[in-house]
């Protein structure tokens, strides 16, 4: 099954929700050939499970699952 796509207006929403929820953290899309990757940027002062929680929530009301690699920094859509 393919995997979804997001787009970078997605993105930015996303950035804004994180932003608007006072979490100083910011995601960043990573668009190659056949695959997307994202990627967390976030501030040492913000604790990574908050920042985790509230991308996997704003991805979730867009319909997709997001799955963390080992860093949890880095993400895919599913």
Do not use: Y
């Not at 804004?16 to 006072?22: D, N, R, T, Y």
């Not at 668009?31 to 990627?39: E, K, P, V, Y």
């Not at 991805?59 to 920094?73: C, I, N, P, S, W």
């Amino acid at each position: 099954m393919a995997r979804p796509i997001v787009t970078p207006f997605q993105v930015a929403e996303v950035n804004e929700e994180l932003k608007a929820a006072g979490i100083n953290s910011r995601v960043h899309l990573t668009d190659a050939c056949g695959a997307q990757s994202l990627w967390i940027e976030m501030d040492p002062c913000v604790e990574l499970e908050q920042t985790r929680t509230a991308v996997e929530a704003a991805f979730l009301t867009r319909g997709m699952k997001v799955e963390f690699d080992a860093t949890g920094a880095t993400f895919r859509l599913a």
